[in-house]
């Protein structure tokens, strides 16, 4: 079946067909751009499940996704990763000690 084809399929077998091919997030938003109908099909699939860092780029992107309504609608899922604390210069040797002592003792809960 040619991609002319697939365009004429329904568009809820067309996002049925885009959920299982696709192997990564990132594949359905490159899909998005083949044209409109591939873009009004991945996009729910692309944002169903969104992931958020703990950084600052990832939430300004999020703050914009919200301000999107036609893509914060898809969203089902929110998954927060939090990323360590990055700093340029090192931290000083009390504040690295007070984090170790915390590891320890929430390790021994």
């Known amino acids: 079946m040619?991609?002319?084809g697939?365009?004429?399929?329904?568009?809820?077998l067309l996002i049925e067909i885009t959920s299982f091919v696709a192997v990564?997030?990132?594949?359905?938003?490159?899909l998005r751009c083949?044209?409109?109908?591939?873009?009004?099909v991945a996009?729910?699939?692309a944002f169903k499940t969104t992931i958020i860092h703990t950084t600052d780029k990832s939430t300004r992107g999020f703050l914009n996704l919200l301000n999107s309504s036609?893509?914060?609608?898809?969203?089902?899922?929110?998954t927060l990763?939090?990323?360590?604390?990055?700093?340029?210069q090192p931290l000083p040797p009390e504040t690295?000690?007070?984090?170790?002592?915390?590891?320890?003792?929430s390790s021994i809960v």
């Open 34 to 40: 083949v044209d409109k109908t591939f873009h009004r």
């Open 2 to 4: 040619s991609l002319a």
């Open 24 to 30: 990564s997030t990132q594949d359905v938003r490159q």
């Open 96 to 105: 690295e000690t007070m984090r170790m002592l915390n590891m320890s003792e």
């Open 81 to 88: 990763v939090e990323e360590p604390f990055l700093t340029e």
């Open 6 to 12: 697939m365009v004429d399929l329904p568009l809820e």
């Open 43 to 45: 996009t729910p699939v």
């Open 70 to 78: 036609n893509i914060v609608n898809h969203v089902r899922d929110i």
